[in-house]
């Protein structure tokens, strides 16, 4: 049997996606470790909880991969309503997360582990969540290019703690971390929408 050219590319795709993948996996269990660490030391709310966004991303990283070992629009439209209540998820951990603080006026110390984590996340992040949305839309993938958003607001987030945690160090602004996280709350609320609606 001849395999085509166009079969050729879409396996060539097909491993590229589940690298990306492996490759967000890798990063977020190593995150988990190093947030812990640095959460530990500063006793940072926003690190721990930026922990906390590290396992949904490892959860729709792990869905991602799932899919992209199989076929048909049953597996797809399973995968993304998984896709979609890790949005969710995330934004309910947010907002609870943002309460807490603001209710306890909780104040962390300054984090270097912390900010260099946060920051290389965030490129790390953002380099990823482009290599998914362009694989995804070669495949004509709707779960890949849709997972390509949590990797965004995953990179979003690590912006906002990371300006969190610059802003408490250098100011003593201890509410700005969770100020800038409501932002990412109506973003995940809106991106979890459009799939259940769409899909």
């Known amino acids: 049997m001849t395999i085509t050219a166009a079969e050729v590319r879409a396996a060539r795709l097909l491993r590229r996606g589940r690298q990306l993948e492996a490759a967000t996996l890798g990063w977020n269990v190593v995150g988990i470790l190093v947030l812990g660490i640095a959460a530990l030391h500063a006793h940072s709310v926003a690190l721990i909880g930026f922990g906390v966004d590290s396992l949904i991303e490892i959860g729709a990283s792990t869905v991602v991969i799932w899919e992209l070992s199989g076929t048909g629009e049953q597996r797809q439209r399973r995968a993304l309503r998984l896709i979609a ?4 998820a995330l934004a309910v951990y947010l907002l609870i997360q943002t309460a807490l603080v603001f ?3 909780y104040h962390p110390r300054p984090s270097p582990l912390g900010l260099a984590w946060t920051g290389v996340t965030a490129a790390a992040m953002f380099a990823l969540a482009y290599g998914k949305r362009r694989v995804g839309i070669a495949l004509d993938n709707p779960v890949l290019a849709t997972e390509a958003r949590v990797t965004v607001i995953d990179g979003l987030l690590a912006c906002a703690v990371m300006l969190g945690l610059a802003l408490n160090a250098a100011i003593d602004w201890w509410w700005a971390d969770p100020a800038a996280g409501l932002a990412i709350v ?6 979890a929408h459009a799939i259940y609606t769409n899909h």
Do not use: I, K
Not at 85 to 88: H, T
Not at 186 to 191: G, K, N, Q
């Open 103 to 105: 209710a306890t006026g």
């Open 85 to 88: 209540a890790a949005f969710v």
């Open 186 to 191: 109506s973003y995940a609320l809106r991106e």
